[in-house]
């Protein structure tokens, strides 16, 4: 049979969702770096290089500080079921899809799981939270920051000290604020939190970053087992003394995984070269931004397409003082197809925006403003694009409004910046 797969070629698009987005094109030159091997001092120099820069990024002084090979959830499941044993308490607070995720993992790996919900838009008094690890006293409190299915922000200030009075492991995913927001680690008394590559930092999917404390590290090392194939006698004879039960999965064991990005680069799997290469550039370039500039550039492009989104007469969905700077979501107008929007955007447009999930599906569009993404062009864009469309679907929006506004918005702030 003649071939006839034709070369790649995929459109360019503007990338307007809670991830993936738009990737940098450093990141994408870095992955066509010629791959050298896992063991060769260049590439395990660059392995240490990605646990420095994840420090900074994280705002935290662990020693432990690398990524998991895999999606966002693998880096989740990585730290929860290297610290779960069964029967073992897990708190898990709901505000959104993922929170459902975090408690699905839990319970996979025979944890007791309790959960407390607050309606989606919303999200929990920290204080509310901190009654209910007293109450229920669990072993660890797994909890989103940045819920992009409703777009909130958990606040988590508080709720750290509480769980160190109360001996509660908090662990947090940061995957969708990462890089976008600020995330103090230590400061926060944050015990283990996972990020994403695909969303704040730019980066395509497929590594999870994760840093742990050494409360965690306690926990990994007393289940510590290493794979028979590469054990030493000490080894062995160490695993006899432990009367905890090793990890379920093999992958996802962290003790194996921090014995591979440690000095003693014992092998586990095969590290996935031009991914790192990425993650590598996408954390390097947040660095030369600097942290609190890039939280104020996620911020003011959010705040243009707020004020845009508002002045052509749509309604933003859930708690304002809650909301997630990287993500916006805009209620659809009564009796408009959600989809038939999204679909004429993208097909006319190249603009792609996101919908929900559950309860919210076709109800909400969902708008992210991460990463590369995150410009002033692409805000403009996406906001004379949706006028359009919706005006094409017979949406009675205030014409011609949200471009000025948001230019305004832009305008004020460079005003702003020569008067300081
Ligand atoms: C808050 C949050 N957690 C976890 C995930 C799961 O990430 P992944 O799809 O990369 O496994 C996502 C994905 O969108 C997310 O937004």
């Known amino acids: 049979m003649a071939y006839t797969y034709t070369e790649l070629n995929t459109p360019l698009r503007t990338i307007m969702t809670p991830g993936p987005v738009e990737v940098d094109p450093r990141v994408l030159r870095a992955m066509s770096t010629p791959i050298v091997g896992q063991f060769d001092p260049a590439f395990t120099s660059i392995m240490n290089e990605v646990m420095d820069m994840l420090r900074q990024i994280f705002q935290t002084n662990n020693q432990w500080a690398f990524p998991v090979d895999g999606t966002s959830r693998s880096g989740i499941e990585a730290l929860l079921c290297s610290i779960i044993e069964p029967g073992d308490k897990v708190l898990v607070p709901i505000f959104g899809r993922f929170g459902h995720l975090l408690t699905e993992i839990c319970e996979r790996y025979g944890a007791d799981v309790h959960t407390m919900e607050c309606s989606w838009g919303e999200v929990f008094d920290e204080e509310e939270i901190i009654k209910e690890v007293k109450r229920i006293s669990p072993k660890i409190i797994a909890i989103v920051h940045g819920e992009t299915s409703t777009g909130r922000m958990q606040p988590l200030q ?162 304002p003082a809650c909301k997630l700077p990287t993500v916006t979501c805009v209620k659809v107008p009564e009796g408009i197809k959600a989809d038939s929007v999204r679909h004429m955007l993208l097909e006319e447009f190249g603009i792609e925006i996101a919908s929900s999930f559950g309860p919210l599906s076709g109800k909400i569009w969902r708008i992210g403003t991460m990463g590369y993404s995150c410009r002033k062009e692409n805000v403009l864009f996406t906001l004379g694009a949706l006028e359009a469309v919706l005006i094409r679907h017979d949406v009675d929006v205030h014409k011609g409004e949200a471009l000025q506004h948001a230019l305004n918005a832009y305008q004020s702030k460079q005003k702003n910046m020569i008067t300081q």
């Open 158 to 319: 508080k709720l750290g000290a509480s769980c160190r009075e109360e001996d509660v492991l908090l662990v947090v995913d940061a995957v969708a604020t990462i890089a976008g927001t600020d995330i103090r680690v230590d400061e926060w008394m944050i015990d283990g939190i996972v990020g994403g590559t695909q969303k704040c930092l730019s980066v395509p999917s497929g590594m999870s970053p994760l840093t742990y404390n050494d409360r965690i590290e306690k926990v990994i090392q007393a289940r510590k087992k290493v794979e028979r194939g590469i054990s030493t006698k000490k080894d062995i004879s160490e695993e006899r003394t432990r009367d905890h039960p090793p990890v379920r999965s093999n992958y996802f064991d962290i003790s194996m995984l921090q014995d591979y990005w440690s000095s003693r680069r014992l092998n586990h799997h095969t590290e996935a070269t031009s991914m790192l290469y990425a993650l590598r550039e996408g954390l390097r370039i947040v660095l030369e931004e600097g942290l609190e500039a890039r939280f104020t550039r996620h911020k003011e492009h959010e705040h243009a397409l707020v004020t845009g989104i508002e002045a052509m007469g749509l309604s933003l969905y859930g708690d």
